[in-house]
Antibody, heavy 121, light 108 residues
Framework: EVQLVESGGGLVQPGRSLKLSCAAS????????MAWVRQAPKKGLEWVAT????????YYPDSVKGRFTISRDNAKSSLYLQMNSLKSEDTATYYC??????????????WGQGVMVTVSS | EIVLTQSPTTIAASPGEKVTITCRAS?????MYWYQQKSGASPKLWIY???KLASGVPNRFSGSGSGTSYSLTINTMETEDAATYYC???????????FGSGTKLEIK
């Protein structure tokens, strides 16, 4: 059974940093592109970052580019999101998600339960 | 950047009723993907490659469309189908993933 378990969320002040982790199990982690998707309270879904199988390629929307860094440790089947210079608008539930199998990521076929990040003074 | 516009924003349907949710893209896309999210839960992949049902999705659901217009249809609404549905598309250069704003489906 595919499982994605996020951790590391919490309350953080504007301008500070936070690092999220996602522990994956139930599949060969190194074979899949992985991603982070967030959802602000009572709002829709927003893609935040994607990383290739080896970690050599990363992709971000303009809203987080230069502030967030996605990374992975295939030996530990773990995904990370380093978030710097946090803003109030980064307040959201952050989901770890697996991209579909194959070299083209297209969509997200499994999601974690999410972890809440609140940016407030 | 391709923008996805979903309609309606909210819809209420009675059990047994047919329901259609529309997703329009600002430019032509090759495929559309749909997710179901129930209150307090994570999103679930529901439909992929425009019309293929994800594992475990009841066959009262269907997806269709092409170009800039796509839809998710429930042939006969059931109470368990109450949820928010999101469409999503993928652009390749550079890879970006865009979601629609969601359609909240309620039971009447």
């Amino acid at each position: 059974e595919v499982q994605l378990v996020e951790s590391g969320g919490g309350l953080v002040q504007p301008g500070r940093s936070l690092k999220l982790s996602c522990a994956a199990s139930g599949f060969t982690f190194s074979n899949y592109y992985m991603a982070w998707v967030r959802q602000a309270p009572k709002k829709g879904l927003e893609w935040v970052a994607t990383i290739s199988t080896s970690g050599s390629r990363t992709y971000y929307p303009d809203s987080v580019k230069g502030r967030f860094t996605i990374s992975r440790d295939n030996a530990k089947s773990s995904l990370y999101l380093q978030m710097n210079s946090l803003k109030s608008e980064d307040t959201a539930t952050y989901y770890c998600a697996r991209h579909r199998a194959g070299i083209t990521p297209y969509y997200f076929d499994y999601w974690g339960q999410g972890v809440m990040v609140t940016v407030s003074s | 950047e391709i923008v996805l516009t979903q309609s309606p924003t909210t819809i209420a349907a009675s059990p047994g009723e047919k329901v259609t949710i529309t997703c329009r893209a600002s430019s032509s896309v090759s495929y559309m993907y749909w997710y179901q999210q129930k209150s307090g839960a994570s999103p679930k992949l529901w439909i992929y490659d425009t019309s293929k049902l994800a594992s475990g999705v009841p066959n009262r659901f269907s997806g269709s469309g092409s170009g800039t217009s796509y839809s998710l249809t429930i042939n006969t609404m059931e109470t368990e189908d109450a949820a928010t549905y999101y469409c999503q598309q993928w652009s390749s250069t550079p890879p970006t993933f865009t979601f629609g704003s969601g359609t909240k489906l309620e039971i009447k």
